[in-house]
């Protein structure tokens, strides 16, 4: 995968192609493979961009908490973070 590929903590959309990335506190960013892009928020409520229609799913899927380190779209490094929490 090249670095222009990479996702860095988003979901490619299935059908769509669609990149969908968490933005800030129930807030998910949509970009579109033509390079169009969209903000909604939690449930895939429009907030503003030129794109307008979205999977609610993955706007819910993208904006829920998880634990910062153990979940696999965490942009840390689980061995790393305990190597430190061993430190204290």
């Not at 996702?7 to 192609?17: E, N, T, V």
């Not at 942009?75 to 973070?81: G, H, K, L």
Request: proline content about 6%; charged content about 25%; hydrophobic content about 30%.
């Amino acid at each position: 995968m090249t670095s222009k590929n990479k996702l860095q903590g988003g979901i490619r959309h299935g059908f769509s192609g669609a990149v969908y990335t968490p933005d800030g506190p129930d807030r998910v960013r949509v970009t579109r493979p033509d390079g169009a892009v969209g903000l909604f928020d939690g449930i895939g409520r429009w907030i503003e961009g030129e794109v307008y229609d979205v999977d609610p799913e993955m706007c819910i899927w993208m904006s829920i908490n998880r634990a910062t380190v153990s979940h696999r779209l965490s942009s840390q490094d689980p061995i790393q973070e305990r190597t430190h929490e061993g430190d204290k």
